[in-house]
């Protein structure tokens, strides 16, 4: 914490600038006076006559998401929540992403609300082994989408390590979301499995636009989740700390709670 002891004004914000955040890549530029600032004030706090402005630019995927963690950190937010939340700063109108395990279709809806605008150049390719799964998810995009959004939705029965067979090679790629797990309310012997996704993984990488985002839901607490958790980790250590950030939320009293993992290319 920076003490104001009698320092010259030159000084305090020369040290206001050694002290911002690097790591977020904070910019704060000096004040511009428009008149020279007056001295300090004997009881020494600092007397600017002059106002001024600050600009933040933030570059991190995840700004402005401080709530919405705190959230979950207290237990509050659940893991898909957060996932929604970071989506939203990566992804913009008009972008293709995936959903890799569609499941129900709530990963689905929620990337359809957030790529779909007036030009209707938006697209979501929705993944899935199971029918079951695909016909739940499209009951619920007639529940909560117009038709003419609904239309920018291509629902696809086939493993996600597949997923370049299906999406044109001229649509680059902004989000490559995962719930890895079974189908909620579905077969739970029927799971993701470790070797196919881990080249579901190898896709994503290949076709994510610079400034992209993985994003993974893992569920552990059913056989073979925790070696899946493992391949997803072993998968995200070896990608070049210069062209991936990569980060885990995983809570340690709760063995069996979803991990969130986020790759997101520089």
Known sequence: MLGLRCISQSNYFTKMLLTTNYMNNIIIPLPTFSSSPKSIHPNRKLSISATH???????????????????????????TEVAHLVWKNVVKKGDTVIDATCGNGYDTVAMLKMVADESFQGRVYSLDIQRDALESASLLLDENVTPEEKQLVNLVSICHS?????VPKDSPIRLVAFNLGYLPGGDKAMTTLSETTVLALEAAKRILLPGGLISLVVYVGHLGGREELESVENFASELPVDEWICSKFQMLNRPVAPVLVFLFKR
Not at 61 to 68: N, Q, R
């Open 162 to 166: 597949r997923m370049e067979e299906i």
């Open 53 to 79: 402005t600050a600009t933040f630019s933030i570059e991190s995927p995840i700004s402005g998401l401080d709530d919405d963690l705190v959230g979950y950190v207290l237990g509050k937010k659940k893991a």
